[in-house]
């Protein structure tokens, strides 16, 4: 599966973004979807996971409440909403994918397969 995400920007303190990820292929259905981003001189961290049906979703303690992901599976797309964005949220974010044919790889949803290219967020204080 090919990733590509899009909806990166610069946005002030308190604002709002919305990040898209369109996968390529008819199996979208069957990959767990993720969001993970890296900050300057930091490692790359996990932010969210959605399940192969929409219905689970799991996020990192730094962005609940904040953040939602979505995911509408007639249009192999993947959405991350971003609310009251902080400077600290500033990152390079990441769509992912780990594949779940039988849909038992929930508790391997922090871990991908595939990796598309990286939206650059900029929080301004």
């Known amino acids: 599966v090919q990733l590509q995400a899009s909806g990166g920007g610069l946005v002030q303190a308190g604002g709002s973004l919305r990040l898209s990820c369109l996968a390529s292929?008819?199996?979208?259905?069957?990959?767990?979807m993720g969001w993970f981003r890296q900050a300057p001189g930091k490692e790359r961290e996990f932010v969210a996971a959605?399940?192969?049906?929409?219905?689970?979703?799991d996020y990192a303690d730094s962005v609940k409440g904040r953040f939602t992901i979505s995911r509408d599976n007639a249009k192999n797309s993947v959405y991350l909403q971003m609310n009251s964005l902080q400077p600290e949220d500033t990152a390079v974010y990441y769509c992912?994918?780990?594949?779940?044919?039988?849909?038992?790889?929930?508790?391997?949803?922090?871990?991908?397969?595939?990796w598309g290219k990286g939206t650059q967020v900029t929080v301004s204080s």
């Open positions: 959605i399940n192969r049906s929409g219905n689970m979703a």
């Open positions: 292929g008819r199996t979208f259905s069957t990959y767990i």
């Open positions: 992912a994918a780990r594949a779940d044919p039988f849909g038992n790889n929930w508790y391997n949803r922090r871990r991908m397969d595939y």
